[in-house]
């Protein structure tokens, strides 16, 4: 039987860079685009394109459907990610709702496998000395945070539906970073904002980030190798927010930042650099959740998915850090020539 991969939120950070790592190997290829590929992501790859919108069934259809001789492994990488600590209708519309929509037409198709790109902030948050692994216990009530939730719904949605017959894996990627992020996230806002001089003073904390590459090859394998309703998670080191901050301005050759502001200070002003980004109709850097997040526990273990999908940590912090300062001066999202201000 001949296999197609199909693609949702291939005009994503992650889905982009997944449709690269199939086509690398050879694989043909589906994408489900909304009509907004604004940055032509997928012109000239060698894809297939259907238009549709995973919040809407009656529009995935086609998408779905294969000759008598084709199987189809689904790869749902399509997802709203926010910092914000507001609940918002879209995400829960295109995380839960969407996921649902997918894993319905997953099982009336028949196809041979789903891959469900969730989060590790789907995951249960253990004492700081403990080591987050895989679970099947995946509640909202839970988790911190209305991503967190609306990821955590969406996982138990896709794992219910094993018991249903559909043969489905489940990943679980840390913080991405790396280039190729046209979405403007909030990693790769943090490189523009320093290298464009914005910043003057970082906080506390950190968190586990892996590259988007490293994340990629790690859904393939799960699509290849992962066992019917498991759960893998794909994570990569926790580096402090000092340390990514150090290894941008290396990147570009500016002087290290040093001020790092105290947590009580960042807590007590988020709420309102939320309301001053939300004016200005742009990401803040820090919300109360993200700074909540900044302290979590996020020692998260990919042994499973290294043993039993062959999943390898391939890319470095600097690596990563340094292609995407040049993917973003190759981009023209770098202005080094603008003065200094701001904090994260």
């Given at each position: ?84 600590s507001k609940y918002s ?78 043969d489905a894996v489940v ?174």
């Open positions: 039987m001949n296999e197609i991969y199909a693609v949702t939120g291939a005009l994503g950070f992650l889905g982009n860079a997944i449709v690269d790592n199939l086509l690398t190997k050879g694989k043909t290829v589906r994408v489900l685009d909304i009509g907004q590929d604004k940055h032509d992501l997928l012109k000239g790859k060698s894809v297939t394109f259907y238009k549709g919108d995973i919040c809407l069934t009656s529009s995935l259809e086609d998408f779905f459907k294969v000759d008598d001789d084709q199987q189809l492994i689904m790869i749902h990488a399509a997802g709203v990610v926010s910092i914000s209708q879209l995400m829960h519309d295109v995380n839960v709702k969407g996921t649902q929509n997918i894993v319905d037409m997953a099982l009336k198709y028949k196809i041979k496998r789903l891959v469900y790109v969730s989060s590790v902030h789907a995951i249960r948050e253990l004492p700081k000395d403990e080591t987050i692994i895989e679970t099947l216990d995946f509640n909202p009530d839970k988790v911190k945070g209305e991503y967190s939730k609306s990821k955590a719904m969406a996982t138990k949605i896709v794992l219910d539906s094993v018991e249903k017959g559909l990943v679980h990627p840390s913080g991405i970073i790396g280039p190729g992020d046209y979405a403007g996230g909030h990693t790769t806002q943090l490189v523009k904002d320093c290298a464009n001089g914005n910043l003057t003073a970082c906080v506390n904390g950190g968190y586990d980030f892996v590259d988007v590459r490293d994340v990629a090859e790690g859904v393939v394998l799960a699509a290849e190798k992962g066992i019917k309703g498991n759960t893998y998670i794909l994570s990569g080191e926790y580096y402090p927010v000092k340390k990514i901050t150090d290894a941008i301005c290396s990147a570009i050759g500016r002087k290290q930042i040093k001020t790092i502001l105290p947590l009580w200070f960042a807590k007590m002003t988020a709420p309102f650099a939320e309301l001053y980004y939300r004016i200005r109709k742009q990401k803040p850097l820090f919300t109360r959740y993200s700074l909540y997040t900044l302290q979590s526990n996020s020692k998260f273990n990919s042994n499973k998915a290294q043993k039993e999908l062959g999943y390898k940590k391939k890319f470095s912090l600097k690596q990563s850090i340094e292609d995407t300062y040049l993917w973003c001066k190759a981009n023209n999202l770098i202005n080094q020539k603008k003065k200094a201000k701001g904090k994260v």
